[in-house]
């Protein structure tokens, strides 16, 4: 193998020009960004021009089978950059009705569970003021759970506005009424329902902070629609400095045997959706640099869902930043396996009803997407506060079997319980 830079206008066409220059076989290895123009680490065998053009067209043992691959150059995301292999890739048919239809058994079983009957309203900021409500969380301190559930919200790092706003919520529970039961009845009830994300749409935009697992998320639901449409899912890497974020995602499509594009402008990107739009789902992973461009992406591409991705343990004021910023079409949230526990989310979720639509456990690629649902994250408040809250009442009920926690104790068993999860 020769290695050789190559000084290019953008990354695009470079990698156009450096098939076309050293065939099938050749691998990027580097970027690097020089003013206005990019110098690629081009890793290719020695060979002829001849040589060349013929890696790049290979003769094909029936004449009567074309196909539109010959007519163009390859380019790097049609490369194994791994094995150095051409990938074979199999022209999908156009989006229909029926093939939507199939597309969207991924995350409909689940999500009809998660649907429900009832609207839920946003937080009743009212009881906060109220002053009957006052007397009546005055009087919830005579609740015989009451002051483990003060253990959780002090451990667990809950805002005032939250914890108020729960305590005026829980107000006239009565004292043979499980607490930790009533807490997470009034979160689920307060929660939004599922979104079923619309496959049929051509243009899906993942977004978020940094780190949060927007381009994980993004491979693993075009693995997972692949699986069902070969060849229907490409990612996106939408972001002003490819340098920094092309390579990686290039190199983990290559691994994956996804398709990845890039796009360093809404000019760019509205010149793939002409050239892919028809037949294929666009998945567009928005780098952090470019979270500013989302007002303008929702205004060029207004067809286009866009999904707000966190993790489960997301902190609130970046949460919330992001949360109020635009009209989300849904909300993912990636990390669900994570120990920490965090009222974020609920809070969030509660304030903003954007909603829920799917999530990541497992932190492996080849893992698929999971439908997330009020339910399941009511579950989470029950292994929580039941772990905690309700040894508490088996204690006050037999005070010769057990001494009281401390407080320590009990952010132990806090932790263990959302570990547990």
Known sequence: MKLEYVTVESIKNGMKEVVTRFGADAVLLKTVKEGAKYR????????????????????????????????????LAEIDLVTGQRRVAISPPRLNSASAQTLKTIVREESMTARRAS?????????????????????????????????????????????????????GTGPEEPLHEKTADFIASKLPSTHEIDLSQTLHFLAGGYGVGKTSLAFKMALQINSYEPGRAIVVNYSSDQEASWTNAAIIGARLGVEVLPAN?????AELVRDYGSTKLLLVDISTYNEGDIALLKSRFKTAAFHLVTPSDACLNNLQRL????????????????????WSIYQVLVESQIPLSIGSRDPSLNAGVVVVSAVQLRGLLDNVLGAI?????????????????????????????????
Do not use: C, Y
């Not at 690629?40 to 009567?64: F, T, Y």
């Not at 839920?120 to 409500?133: E, I, S, T």
């Open 40 to 75: 690629l680490l081009i890793a290719h065998k020695d060979v002829k021009a001849g040589e060349q053009q013929a890696a790049v067209n290979p003769s094909r043992s029936h004449e009567g089978v074309k196909s539109a691959l010959d007519d163009k150059p390859l380019t």
């Open 119 to 171: 609207k839920f309203d946003k937080l009743d900021q009212a009881l906060l003021n109220d002053k009957r409500a006052a007397r009546q969380i005055r009087r919830l301190k005579s609740h015989p759970e009451f002051d483990a559930l003060n253990t959780v919200f002090d451990t667990s790092g809950i805002s005032s506005l939250f914890r108020q706003t729960l305590l005026a919520g829980l107000a």
């Open 265 to 269: 402008s809404a000019d760019d990107l």
């Open 323 to 342: 949360s109020r910023a635009h009209a989300w079409d849904s909300l993912m949230i990636t990390r669900l396996d994570s120990a920490s526990f965090s």
């Open 389 to 421: 809250i309700a040894p508490d009442k088996e204690a006050v009920a037999n005070p010769s079997s057990a001494e009281p926690r401390s407080t320590i104790e009990r952010q132990g068993a806090f932790q263990q319980a959302a570990a547990m999860h």
